[in-house]
């Protein structure tokens, strides 16, 4: 026989067990966001880079032309429409003044909005056997932009202008879409 109330008790310890459980999960997927963050002066200075191409006119002068087409990825969200500068992705310096590519979200009415940057190395370009880091974070090893097959690189998103729930350096955004690419 059972003591009075043994079930409940029970049922109770499983119902708590369970509520620690899923808020360990929540947390990991938080604290993993938190890990795709960069330090303030590291956020600070690529955003400042970046602010001189927030008009796509000034991207354009300053030699960014459009790479393939907007990049979504489904439920992760999307990248956006890509903008590289092939001179500096293609020198394989690292330089948070000079980021390889610009990301902008087709508006509605047409304009492009900025909302992230990308630092890029081509791997064949890069010496060292271990992948670069850069503002903090390893970069990662990319064969596609989106569906398109491309040599070989290593990349790091940063992105400023779009808060990003995925954290800060993630590949796509859910808040951001390619809904009004042309």
Known sequence: DFPKGYFMKLAITALAAGLVLATAGALSAHEKAADLRLSPKDAEASRLAAEHYYRIEDALSAGYEPLFDCTEHGEAGAMGQHYIN?????????????????????????????????????????????????????????????????????????????????????DYNPSVTCAHAP
């Open 86 to 170: 092939k001179a500096y992705a293609m020198d394989s310096v690292l330089d948070v003044n000079q980021p390889d590519v610009l990301m902008y979200e087709p508006q509605q009415d047409g304009t492009m909005h900025l909302v992230a940057l990308e630092y890029v190395v081509f791997q064949s370009k890069w010496t060292d056997k271990a992948a670069p880091v850069f503002l903090g974070h390893e970069m990662q090893l990319k064969h596609k932009v989106g569906v398109h097959e491309v040599d070989p690189f290593f990349e790091l998103h940063v992105w400023h202008w779009r808060d990003n729930p995925s954290g800060m350096t993630a």
